[in-house]
T-cell receptor, first 111, second 113 residues
């Protein structure tokens, strides 16, 4: 399983763009990169997924360089409600993915 | 849509007691998972079931048993609870196909005294 490394915590002010980078040096050819968000006392929730280049949805953008050894989750103009823990996962897309959740990045957004 | 439903939401046990955590999904997913999350930590996989009738160990299976009762339901049993099993337990499911995305329940907060 590909191991991921991401910052333990980040702070931001409301309205700023936040970029969280995840390192996954031993990513395999079949692996996708998926980001989840977790609020206190809730289960993780899917944010975005990508394989290479750039992916954008209504919530975030995901940038993946050509070598795929890292990825960056970009949250545009964060608000207080974006305060959460963000997990970067790298996993095989076959039957039953044994994904590994690290400790994630704790994002604190303040006024 | 209910998604993934876990019961109970909270439970307090005494050391040595047994209990079963229930999980059901209504998304016709093939794969289901049980995780535990300790304070300030990420999720650790306990057991998973790739499809109905199959189960396999994850990272931290000791002290737990699972049953994939049918396609919808996946239960986690603690035969003899220990204080080290105090944690929040999450059930998740996914399609088991390419680009699978896991959907999580709200969690069961378990305290073992």
């Amino acid at each position: 399983l590909a191991k991921t490394t991401q910052p333990i915590s980040m702070d931001s002010y409301e309205g700023q763009e936040v970029n969280i980078t995840c390192s996954h040096n031993n990513i395999a050819t079949n692996d996708y990169i998926t980001w989840y968000q977790q609020f206190p006392s809730q289960g993780p929730r899917f944010i975005i997924q990508g394989y290479k280049t750039k992916v954008t949805n209504e919530v975030a953008s995901l940038f993946i360089p050509a070598d795929r050894k890292s990825s960056t989750l970009s949250l545009p103009r964060v608000s207080l409600s974006d305060t959460a823990v963000y997990y970067c996962l790298v996993g095989y897309t076959g039957t039953a993915s044994k994904l590994t959740f690290g400790t994630g990045t704790r994002l604190q957004v303040t006024l | 849509n209910a998604g993934v439903t876990q019961t109970p939401k909270f439970q307090v046990l005494k050391t040595g007691q047994s209990m079963t955590l229930q999980c059901a999904q209504d998304m016709n997913h093939n794969s289901m998972y049980w995780y535990r999350q300790d304070p300030g930590m990420g999720l650790r996989l306990i057991y998973y079931s790739a499809s109905e009738g199959t189960t396999d160990k994850g990272e931290v299976p000791n002290g737990y048993n699972v049953s994939r009762l049918n396609k919808r339901e996946f239960s986690l049993r603690l035969e003899s609870a220990a204080p080290s099993q105090t944690s929040v337990y999450f059930c998740a499911s996914d399609s088991g196909k390419a680009k699978n995305i896991q959907y999580f329940g709200a969690g069961t907060r378990l305290s073992v005294l």
